[in-house]
């Protein structure tokens, strides 16, 4: 048993992710964190939130030797201070995208993580997703052939107050907030980028700080991937994830949340599978099975079960990349 805690309630994510600790019979909840009065307030008869003990203090729980791991779950502008506490106090982390924009101290947080030991595992979690499990399998073993192009389009529709809410803390809007997704599986395909180059508009109106319409186009020597992330798409929304190689290509059958096949086009019968296009189909998984398989792994790591999925480096490399396409970074 694993005692854990969570850190915050203001990210998207965070009652999704305390209900995957309250749900797995390895963790033991030790309670949760807000340091905002007025949302404690707000959540106390929630029904997931409704169940935890809510502590007094930052201290209360950082200062607890039984708590191993902490989910950190405030709102973007918040939450990698509190990992940086978190990480600290000498816990992993289970920490929910992007890492901030503060560079200097994301990469200060990380060689900290590492020379303790910890795990510091972002909340990607379409890494476990089937459909893109497979596919970048697939692209890392040279099934495609080179890969020299991949399209990700994960537009989203979210309100004014939302837009307002992510402008007041960062620059980049939908783009920041968003498109670490779709690097996290770039960027395990293809590696580190050669040059990033953003269009970071705003074409709705609604709330004039706020890039609601975005495109990031990111070079390698022999590939061009290219995401483009909006926050005004009509429901239901139509995601996609491609992937073209040379000897074959691969796309995710939108929408790809929960997902259920893959267009898969060869130019030579492998694998098992004939030349030509054929469907893929697998089980899609909904978004709390996906935080519940995200959880699964960090357990695992933490108890010396496996390695983990993603490396501390990739987790630098993800945040770089979506740096460099805000202009936090200088590309």
């Known amino acids: 048993m694993i005692r854990m805690a969570q850190y915050g309630t203001k990210h998207g994510h965070a009652a999704g992710k305390l209900k995957s600790m309250l ?6 909840v030790a309670g949760l964190y807000e340091p905002d009065t007025e ?8 029904s997931v939130y409704g169940q935890v003990h809510f502590f007094d203090s930052e201290e209360e729980m950082l200062g607890d030797d039984s708590i191993a791991a902490i989910a950190s779950e405030g709102r973007n ?4 201070d509190q990992t940086e506490r978190i990480v600290a106090a000498g816990k992993h982390v289970w920490y929910d995208k992007p890492a901030g924009d503060n560079w200097v101290q994301w990469q200060k947080v990380v060689a900290e993580a590492k020379e303790q030991d910890l795990q510091v595992q972002m909340g990607f979690m379409l890494r476990y997703h089937p459909g893109f499990s497979q596919i970048s399998e697939w692209a890392r073993a040279g099934f495609l052939g080179n890969v020299y192009a991949i399209r990700a389009h994960m537009s989203t529709h979210i309100k004014p107050e939302a837009r307002a809410v992510i402008a007041a803390g960062h ?3 939908i783009y920041f907030d968003l498109a670490g997704h779709m690097l996290d599986q770039v960027v395990w395909i293809l590696g ?4 990033v180059t953003t269009f970071l508009r705003n074409d709705a109106g609604v709330v004039p700080d706020f890039q609601d319409n975005t495109l990031g186009v ?6 061009l991937a290219m995401v483009d992330i909006a926050a005004m798409e009509p429901q239901p929304m139509a995601r996609r994830f491609e992937v073209y190689g040379e000897k074959g290509s691969a796309i995710l059958v939108e929408p790809f949340e929960p997902g259920h096949a893959i267009r898969l086009c060869l130019t030579e019968a492998a ?12 089980a899609g998984i ?3 099975g996906l935080y519940d398989l995200e959880l699964a792994s960090l357990l695992r790591v933490i108890q010396g079960q496996q390695e983990p999925d993603r490396s501390l480096d990739h987790e630098l490399l993800v945040q770089e990349t979506l740096l460099r396409g805000n202009g936090s970074i200088a590309d």
């Open 23 to 28: 749900d797995n019979p390895d963790v033991e």
């Open 39 to 46: 949302r404690r307030r707000e959540i106390a008869s929630d």
């Open 77 to 80: 502008d918040e939450s990698l």
């Open 171 to 173: 620059y980049g809007g």
């Open 192 to 195: 580190r980028p050669e040059r």
């Open 218 to 223: 990111f070079e390698y020597e022999r590939a």
């Open 271 to 282: 694998g098992g599978y004939e030349k030509g296009e054929q469907m893929v189909e697998f």
């Open 286 to 288: 909904g978004r709390q």
